[in-house]
């Protein structure tokens, strides 16, 4: 069946960065878009950032320019979120979506969780 | 920069009440570019609408959405227990490409 698996859980210093993945299956990769949720406890949904598996071309939250980085390795069906100069702010459960050209994000992972803490 | 508002923030219903959900844009917006999610503790948002008005795969026709322009409505027509949840409108746009409403509760009466 179609999913997307992430990497587990990290506990990070302020000032480090993470990166976390996203592993597809059951589907082509490269046929649909990912994009980045960050959730925090008890908070709404953020959306960080989108990318083209396919062209590698990405687009990113004005919030969260230079912080983040999207790419993927196709060879594996992963793509990756890679967020840098941690603050304890960031403290969020990370998710991939699927995005639709419909568009709406059919498909979720199953959340990582960050904690930046000293 | 494009907002969403949603209304109420919170919802008591009992089951088997209808419940109506609002989401109002910052500015007009195409309906093809409005989705409703639900999230459950603990759990991934899962898509319920997409395009204002349309039902994703699976999702039970009491679902049903509708809305032009700024506003925007999602409604249960009678509530299942299993409905108790968040839930989130989101816009697709330019800049953001995404945005997400601040989510209302719809609890237990």
């Known amino acids: 069946q179609e999913q997307l698996v992430q990497s587990g859980a990290e506990v990070k210093k302020p000032g480090a960065s993470v990166k976390v993945s996203c592993r597809a299956s059951g589907y082509t990769f490269t046929s649909y878009d990912i994009n980045w949720v960050r959730q925090a406890t008890g908070q709404g949904l953020e959306w960080m950032g989108w990318?083209?598996?396919?062209?590698?071309?990405?687009d990113y939250a004005q919030k969260f320019q230079g912080r983040v980085t999207l790419t993927r390795n196709t060879s594996i069906s992963t793509a990756y979120m890679e967020l840098s100069s941690l603050i304890s702010e960031d403290t969020a459960v990370y998710y991939c979506?699927?995005?639709?050209?419909?568009?709406?994000?059919?498909?979720w992972g199953q959340g990582t969780l960050v904690t930046v803490s000293s | 920069e494009f907002v969403l508002t949603q209304s109420p923030r919170t919802l008591s219903l009992s089951p088997g009440e209808r419940a109506t959900l609002s989401c109002r844009a910052s500015q007009s917006i195409s309906s093809t570019f409005i989705a409703w999610y639900q999230q459950k503790p603990g759990q991934a948002p899962r898509v319920l609408i997409y395009g204002a008005s349309n039902r994703a795969t699976g999702i039970p026709n009491r679902f049903s959405g509708s809305g032009s322009g700024t506003n925007f409505t999602l409604t249960i027509s009678r509530l299942e227990p299993e409905d108790f949840a968040v839930y989130y409108c989101q816009q697709f746009g330019s800049s953001p490409l995404y945005t997400f409403g601040q989510g209302t509760k719809l609890e237990i009466k």
């Open positions: 990318m083209n598996p396919n062209s590698g071309d990405t």
């Open positions: 979506a699927r995005g639709r050209w419909e568009p709406n994000f059919d498909l």
